[in-house]
């Protein structure tokens, strides 16, 4: 069992680091499909990679209810760390989740399962952080929408292999809709809810 004195650190310092990481998603929201880098300023719990722990320090708090998929739920020390550093509570119900912590992208639920906002508050729909292998190797795709000058090209290894076929539920759904940030250890990309995905050749 993990105790407190057990839990990897948080930011060493906490206002730079946040403002950094913050920063960081913030360009990568506003140019969908552009690895922004995230310099990693903290210790992270098993199943977590480093932009992802640096992302729960930045966002998190204690109005976030987080849904944690299996491989993080059954993780004491992620849990643990979770509710020491960031206060955030977690969720049974992922319908109610602010955000979603992705470590297993092959056993992602269906999109369904997560909220979509509602019409008079699209906000209010849960942000998936998506941990992957790779955001500079793999498939290539082609991103095209607000913040892209024409097209982008984006190579990622991905799982669930057909996200972005998920992802095409957005487009029905706007101005509700899902956000994705997929991280790949201090890499991050963002896929908003107005970014149209295809492959590359499809």
């Excluded at 950094?20 to 360009?27: A, K, L």
């Excluded at 399962?113 to 998936?128: I, Q, V």
Aim: charged share 20%.
């Amino acid at each position: 069992m993990t105790t407190i004195a057990e839990l990897p650190p948080g930011f060493a310092d906490k206002v730079l680091s946040a403002q950094s990481t913050f920063r960081s998603v913030m360009d990568a929201m506003a140019r969908p499909g552009s690895v922004q880098r995230i310099v990693p300023g903290a210790g992270t719990p098993e199943t977590m990679m480093r932009g992802t722990a640096a992302i729960a320090l930045t966002l998190f708090d204690h109005d976030t209810p987080l849904w944690l998929d299996s491989r993080m739920a059954e993780s004491s020390g992620v849990v643990k760390w979770l509710k020491f550093h960031t206060g955030a509570p977690v969720v049974q119900n992922s319908s109610v989740a602010s955000f979603a912590l992705i470590s297993d992208g092959g056993a992602l639920p269906p999109l369904e399962r997560f909220a979509f906002g509602t019409s008079e508050y699209p906000d209010r729909s849960t942000t998936l952080i998506l941990q992957v292998e790779r955001l500079d190797a793999g498939r290539s795709f082609e991103l095209r929408g607000p913040g892209i000058d024409g097209a982008a090209t984006l190579q990622a290894a991905i799982e669930p292999f057909d996200l972005f076929e998920r992802l095409h539920v957005n487009e029905a759904l706007f101005p509700r809709g899902i956000d994705v940030v997929l991280v790949a250890d201090d890499a991050v990309v963002a896929i908003p809810r107005t970014t149209r995905v295809m492959s590359k050749g499809s």
